[in-house]
């Protein structure tokens, strides 16, 4: 469920804060700035994920296997991180199996392998596809 249009967004308001800096701006008018660029983000992020939801069914799945991988973007510490993506098994309203993984993976298995679990998966493109009930997205819009 990435966007090019979020890291644009970005982007740009570094890139008009870099000029308000330069010309002489306050600190706080850009600070001020920049809290009300990621309200406005948070509130388009937000419409994005309600109309997601809306244009997505809920079918019933199982947890096939979970892919082991290491994430090495966590310098501070020992610099490498053990991540898991989960591969889920579930069949559309339309009847198509479809096998995927998530988009995001974790530092823990979420569910066991095997485990029959709700899919919430896009009718757009059935690949794409949340376990219903996890809600961690909207609390990292919030």
Excluded: C
Aim: proline share 1%.
């Amino acid at each position: 469920m990435k966007s090019k249009g979020i890291f644009i967004f970005i982007a740009v308001f570094a890139a008009i804060a870099g000029l308000l800096f330069m010309i002489g701006t306050s600190v706080e008018i850009i600070i001020f700035l920049g809290g009300f660029a990621m309200i406005i983000l948070g509130i388009i992020l937000l419409k994005k994920e309600i109309t997601w939801r809306r244009n997505s069914d809920i079918v019933n799945g199982k947890v096939t296997k979970y892919h082991q991988y290491e994430d090495r973007t966590d310098v501070n510490r020992t610099g490498i991180s053990i991540m898991y993506t989960m591969e889920v098994e579930y069949v559309t309203t339309s009847n198509k199996l479809i096998i995927a993984k998530e988009q995001s993976g974790s530092t823990s298995k979420k569910y066991p392998e095997g485990a029959e679990i709700k899919v919430r998966y896009s009718r757009e493109d059935p690949s794409l596809f949340i376990v219903e009930g996890d809600n961690s997205r909207i609390y990292a819009m919030t």
